[in-house]
């Protein structure tokens, strides 16, 4: 992926906090990780990571050279391969 900035909206900053993720953590998922999708269902692109011992998905729109991160929240490596197998996610 090429370089971008990150917009952080207040509601995801809020959600981060609420949820006791690590900023820096949750920057180098987006900048760093191979792992992304398109969900079909909420026509959004996803990235997936690691976060300390979790799996973590965070769902993000683009505009020009910008990644805007929506919410992000645990996810189970069961819960993406079912995605993927039902073609819910598709990967990029």
């Keep these: 992926m090429q370089s971008f900035?990150?917009?952080?909206s207040s509601y995801f900053k809020y959600r981060m906090k609420l949820r006791g993720f690590?900023?820096?953590e949750i920057e180098k998922?987006?900048?760093?990780s191979t792992e992304r999708y398109f969900d079909t269902r909420t026509n959004r692109r996803v990235v997936i990571g690691k976060h300390d011992n979790d799996h973590v998905i965070i769902p993000y729109d683009?505009?020009?050279?910008?990644?805007?991160?929506v919410t992000?929240?645990?996810i189970s490596r069961k819960q993406i391969n079912?995605?993927?197998?039902?073609?819910?996610?598709?990967?990029e």
């Design 22 to 24: 690590k900023v820096k």
């Design 82 to 91: 079912f995605r993927c197998k039902t073609g819910r996610f598709i990967y």
């Design 29 to 32: 998922i987006l900048r760093h």
């Design 72 to 74: 992000v929240h645990i």
């Design 5 to 8: 900035d990150i917009v952080w």
């Design 62 to 69: 683009t505009a020009k050279n910008q990644i805007i991160p």
